[in-house]
């Protein structure tokens, strides 16, 4: 019982209310802890935030999940939503030289005309070979270039990974490490349905009414999520993080989490051991815009179609509703062009109208029938800390979850490698750190 009273008097402050702010709050909800939950923005959500339109909410950047993604399932689940949890069989296509290719399956794989077909059973076999791969940190010794010349060949790289490299990590493309890519192959291979064809989840209504939901079943638990309540400094006293600055007051608190992304934490960090802010400030981002269009018609039956052309300016097509169809948006379609790059590139910091002024030739060039006057309206959204820099040796640089100053601990994007930083990744983490927090706690 004494025990029990201990637990009851812990605080635990958290930054962020993105998906691992919450889900280490839902974790930390189970257990008897006072938890508070600060987040800048007036709405929670992070990066898998959202707006409204058609009468239902939509990501600002698409967001599929894998049938392999057990954390968000199980979430789902807990939170009593699992009917609203929808998978479907998908097309993923591939836009070279003048046309989309499908490349859904191995059979598509067979059929990719581009490569030549020797290559294409060699581009086969290293997905084989990625399965049978035990120790992934072996391949992180290498880049994901050099794992693919030698075991594909020169074209297969250069005609088909190079430019999804690019279209991804833009000038460090060369750098990426070949665990990255393993992880990447494995992850997608097991998420194919009977026909081989990928199956990916989508939440009805959108992401924004499971945040919802999640937000009033944390409330109903008790815990205060804060927002528009930006954490400006992290207190450390006497070597340890004992309080937080939110909106210029200090909050006093046993233990802080810190769910948001590196930048940010090093920013309230700014007191943080020197030694570790600089390694921690060698991860690397990339930004990423996202234009939303609203149609009155589909541009194609492909949900995501990678852009292998190096002069698009936007790097992959993702059609929402080919994903869930349109009845669920008013019988409107709505499609993401996407884009990743440095912020200091000039198309990062462009308004809607220019930045679809620049894509309307290519979007003509890939779908022929396209009409701008289709475009009902247009949503822009951009991120300057979209994806980290995943390069050759990344599982060095992977921070802890404990940081070197007691109290203080750590969930974030950065840490998810070399799987992709997918949300059920991110949920992962945030409950195993909330399970070490309180095993600290107890102490
Ligand atoms: C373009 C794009 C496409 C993606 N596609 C997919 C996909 O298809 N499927 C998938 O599963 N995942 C996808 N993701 C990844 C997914 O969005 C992220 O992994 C996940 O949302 C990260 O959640 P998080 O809570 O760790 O961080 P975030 O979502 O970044 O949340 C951090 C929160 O902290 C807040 N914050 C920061 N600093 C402070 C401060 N000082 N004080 C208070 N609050 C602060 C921020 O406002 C934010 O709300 C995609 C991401 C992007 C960018």
Redesign the pocket.
């Given at each position: 019982m004494a025990n029990r009273d201990m637990l009851t008097k812990s605080h635990v402050c958290i930054?962020?209310?993105?998906?691992?702010?919450l889900s280490a709050a839902w974790e930390f909800s189970n257990s008897g802890f006072e938890v508070d939950v600060?987040?800048?923005?007036a709405l929670?959500?992070?990066?898998?935030g959202w707006f409204e339109s058609a009468g239902t909410t939509l990501e600002k950047?698409?967001?599929?999940?894998y049938n392999k993604?057990q954390d968000i399932i199980q979430l789902i689940q807990e939170l009593d939503q699992r009917e609203n949890l929808v998978f479907k069989s998908t097309i993923t296509g591939c836009f070279y030289v003048n046309r989309i290719y499908r490349l859904s399956s191995p059979a598509d794989l067979l059929k990719y005309k581009p490569l030549k077909l020797l290559d294409r059973f060699r581009l086969g076999l290293l997905a084989l070979r990625a399965k049978a791969v035990k120790d992934w940190k072996t391949l992180d010794t290498l880049t994901a270039k050099e794992w693919i010349i030698r075991h594909a060949g020169e074209s297969v790289y250069t005609i088909l990974w190079e430019p999804l490299f690019r279209s991804k990590f833009g000038r460090y493309a060369p750098d990426v490490s070949a665990a990255w890519l393993w992880s990447k192959l494995v992850q997608r291979g097991g998420s194919r349905g009977k026909t081989g064809s990928e199956e990916l989840g989508y939440f009805k209504g959108g992401y924004g009414l499971l945040f919802k939901e999640l937000q009033t079943r944390l409330g109903a638990r008790g815990v205060r999520i804060h927002l528009k309540?930006?954490?400006q400094e992290i207190g450390i006293e006497d070597g340890r993080a004992t309080r937080l600055k939110v909106s210029g007051e200090w909050v006093k608190c046993d233990a802080v989490l810190a769910?948001?992304?590196l930048p940010?934490f090093l920013?309230?960090g700014s007191t943080l051991p020197e030694e570790y802010r600089r390694e921690l400030g060698e991860i690397g981002f990339l930004g990423?815009t996202?234009l939303v269009l609203k149609l009155n018609r589909r541009l194609s039956e492909t949900y995501w179609v990678n852009i292998t052309d190096t002069g698009c300016p936007f790097v992959g097509v993702i059609e929402q509703t080919n994903l869930l169809d349109e009845t669920h948006y008013q019988g409107y379609h709505f499609a993401y062009l996407?884009r990743y790059m440095d912020i200091q590139d000039p198309f990062y910091g462009m308004d809607a109208r220019n930045l679809f002024e620049a894509y309307l030739p290519y979007l003509e060039k890939i779908f022929p029938n396209f009409e701008p006057d289709w475009v009902l309206e247009k949503f822009l959204w951009r991120?300057p800390h979209?994806?980290a820099v995943v390069s050759v040796g990344y599982s060095r640089k992977i921070p802890a979850d404990r940081t070197p100053v007691p109290g203080l601990y750590l969930t974030?994007?950065a840490q998810i490698f070399p799987e992709d930083?997918?949300?059920?990744n991110?949920i992962k983490l945030a409950r195993r750190t909330a399970r070490l927090i309180a095993q600290d706690l107890r102490r």
């Amino acid at each position: 019982m004494a025990n029990r009273d201990m637990l009851t008097k812990s605080h635990v402050c958290i930054i962020g209310a993105g998906i691992s702010g919450l889900s280490a709050a839902w974790e930390f909800s189970n257990s008897g802890f006072e938890v508070d939950v600060f987040e800048r923005e007036a709405l929670p959500g992070g990066l898998a935030g959202w707006f409204e339109s058609a009468g239902t909410t939509l990501e600002k950047f698409y967001h599929h999940i894998y049938n392999k993604d057990q954390d968000i399932i199980q979430l789902i689940q807990e939170l009593d939503q699992r009917e609203n949890l929808v998978f479907k069989s998908t097309i993923t296509g591939c836009f070279y030289v003048n046309r989309i290719y499908r490349l859904s399956s191995p059979a598509d794989l067979l059929k990719y005309k581009p490569l030549k077909l020797l290559d294409r059973f060699r581009l086969g076999l290293l997905a084989l070979r990625a399965k049978a791969v035990k120790d992934w940190k072996t391949l992180d010794t290498l880049t994901a270039k050099e794992w693919i010349i030698r075991h594909a060949g020169e074209s297969v790289y250069t005609i088909l990974w190079e430019p999804l490299f690019r279209s991804k990590f833009g000038r460090y493309a060369p750098d990426v490490s070949a665990a990255w890519l393993w992880s990447k192959l494995v992850q997608r291979g097991g998420s194919r349905g009977k026909t081989g064809s990928e199956e990916l989840g989508y939440f009805k209504g959108g992401y924004g009414l499971l945040f919802k939901e999640l937000q009033t079943r944390l409330g109903a638990r008790g815990v205060r999520i804060h927002l528009k309540s930006p954490v400006q400094e992290i207190g450390i006293e006497d070597g340890r993080a004992t309080r937080l600055k939110v909106s210029g007051e200090w909050v006093k608190c046993d233990a802080v989490l810190a769910a948001c992304q590196l930048p940010d934490f090093l920013e309230a960090g700014s007191t943080l051991p020197e030694e570790y802010r600089r390694e921690l400030g060698e991860i690397g981002f990339l930004g990423n815009t996202c234009l939303v269009l609203k149609l009155n018609r589909r541009l194609s039956e492909t949900y995501w179609v990678n852009i292998t052309d190096t002069g698009c300016p936007f790097v992959g097509v993702i059609e929402q509703t080919n994903l869930l169809d349109e009845t669920h948006y008013q019988g409107y379609h709505f499609a993401y062009l996407s884009r990743y790059m440095d912020i200091q590139d000039p198309f990062y910091g462009m308004d809607a109208r220019n930045l679809f002024e620049a894509y309307l030739p290519y979007l003509e060039k890939i779908f022929p029938n396209f009409e701008p006057d289709w475009v009902l309206e247009k949503f822009l959204w951009r991120e300057p800390h979209a994806q980290a820099v995943v390069s050759v040796g990344y599982s060095r640089k992977i921070p802890a979850d404990r940081t070197p100053v007691p109290g203080l601990y750590l969930t974030t994007m950065a840490q998810i490698f070399p799987e992709d930083r997918q949300m059920s990744n991110g949920i992962k983490l945030a409950r195993r750190t909330a399970r070490l927090i309180a095993q600290d706690l107890r102490r």
